[in-house]
Nanobody
Framework: QIQLTESGGGSVQTGGSLRLSCLAS???????????MAWFRQVPGKKREGVAT?????????YHVHSVKGRFIISQDNAKNTLFLQMNNLESDDTARYYC???????????????????WGQGTQVTVSS
């Protein structure tokens, strides 16, 4: 299994930016393999929702849900074994705990369905206030 460790969360004012990182490690992770990786978020009492996905092989296709498109950018650096989520123009509705997820896959698209992923991090809290 892949070990995932998120960082970069914090408190920011509306309109601000944060960059989340997710380091992949463990015997189950090999940089020469292709993975589907994703960011999800969850607010207490609500269902976890997908934010963005990326396929790390081939065309490195990405997907962003409508609510974050144009504000968030998912990326992945194989040399650093790290998944990123650049979050710009943050809104109060972006307040949540953010989780990264991964699974070995063959692409070409990484699904937004959380049931597809078998490795999860512990999450990092993002709080946006006005």
């Amino acid at each position: 299994q892949i070990q995932l460790t998120e960082s970069g969360g914090g408190s920011v004012q509306t309109g601000g930016s944060l960059r989340l990182s997710c380091l992949a490690s463990g015997v189950g992770y090999r940089p020469d393999m292709s993975y589907c990786m994703a960011w999800f978020r969850q607010v207490p009492g609500k269902k976890r929702e997908g934010v963005a996905t990326i396929y790390t092989g081939g065309n490195r296709d990405t997907y962003h849900v409508h609510s974050v498109k144009g504000r968030f950018i998912i990326s992945q650096d194989n040399a650093k074994n790290t998944l990123f989520l650049q979050m710009n123009n943050l809104e109060s509705d972006d307040t949540a705990r953010y989780y990264c997820a991964a699974t070995l896959c063959f692409g070409p698209i990484a699904p937004i369905n959380e049931a597809f992923y078998d490795s999860w991090g512990q999450g990092t809290q993002v709080t946006v206030s006005s």
